[in-house]
């Protein structure tokens, strides 16, 4: 067992929230904006909406035992400051980065529950943006690999916060660091896994090679990416994962036709499963040595859909 990831294997399961510009506050996903009905606003007033203190409250009232929250995803926005990030790509405070550290508030309020906080960060950099696409190196995701240059770069960003949480972040999901299609290889995940180290040499780190891959990918993982499209009793074991955590990912949100975001149903609402199969679920990958991370649908407010916490709350019992 991996000595760093005893406090996650522990854990035995947590929630993931997707919190995206073109989630929360995208103008189509008109359900997803915010559970009072607010529409697309400026970036730092879509982060200024969210309550750190009502959604640490919702998790704790379920029983999570850790979160992995989203910085960031593809394109220019992140959901706090970050110096590095403006000097690279020219953008000024408050164009791409919010105003608000949300994430230094979320820390704080979930602190006050004992609960770990994971951040969510990719190895594609904004791609997505002309702009920051450019200035990092990376920006054609169908016919480019990354570079030495760009994989530095953008670990810089990750590592200025990195120095500035420090402990209060206790490891990172890396996406989009994928060998085949992007060219990633081990010296390149290294350059990632010592940047978000930086401020914290124990926080546990995996980095992300597509789903359905649940066996040990790096010799700098902590714990399995585990990307999976439906929580079903193919589980990675202990013997597949090499020293490497096992963990699964997936979503307890339904896909419709309203709901247009993602591939296929991350961060929407509703749940395909019963709390009685979560539960009995979750057993079962925590009794072969797995922790389950389960992705819902986070309002723009701090909210979470209410159906889904009716289904979560059938695995507090787990965490106790």
Not at 215 to 225: C, L, N, P, Q
Request: proline share 3%; glycine share 10%; with cysteine.
């Amino acid at each position: 067992m991996n000595n760093k990831a005893k406090w996650f294997r522990e854990s035995k399961w947590g929630v993931f929230s997707h919190y995206l510009y073109n989630l929360q506050n995208s103008d189509t996903e008109k359900g997803m904006l915010h559970s009072k009905g607010i529409g697309n606003t400026d970036w730092n007033q879509c982060v200024e909406d969210f309550d750190t203190d009502q959604y640490a409250n919702i998790l704790n009232d379920i029983g999570a035992g850790y979160v992995i929250f989203t910085i960031m995803q593809g394109n220019k926005y992140l959901c706090s400051p970050n110096a590095t990030y403006n000097e690279i790509t020219g953008y000024k405070q408050g164009e791409a980065c919010s105003s608000r550290d949300l994430i230094a508030d979320l820390i704080q309020s979930l602190n006050k529950y004992d609960i770990p906080l994971m951040l969510y960060y990719t190895g594609d950099g904004p791609h997505q943006d002309e702009i920051g696409g450019h200035a990092f190196g990376f920006y054609d995701r169908e016919n480019q690999n990354v570079s030495d240059e760009f994989v530095t770069k953008w670990a810089s960003v990750a590592q200025e916060f990195s120095l500035r949480y420090k402990s209060g972040v206790k490891g990172w999901w890396i996406d989009g660091c994928y060998k085949d299609f992007f060219g990633y290889d081990e010296s390149k995940l290294k350059i990632l896994s010592d940047a978000v180290k930086a401020g914290n040499p124990n926080a546990i780190v995996t980095f992300n090679n597509g789903v359905d891959f649940k066996g040990r990918y790096s010799i700098h993982e902590d714990f399995t990416a585990g990307e999976v499209t439906e929580f079903t009793d193919d589980y990675p074991n202990e013997e597949q994962c090499d020293g490497s955590q096992p963990h699964l990912l997936s979503f307890l949100g339904i896909p419709s036709e309203f709901y247009e975001w993602g591939n296929p149903a991350w961060g929407k609402p509703g749940s395909k499963y019963s709390g009685e199969f979560m539960s009995s679920y979750v057993n079962k990958v925590n009794n072969a040595g797995g922790v389950v991370s389960i992705d819902v649908c986070t309002f723009r407010d701090g909210t979470i859909d209410q159906g889904q916490i009716e289904v979560l709350r059938y695995l507090s019992k787990i965490n106790i």
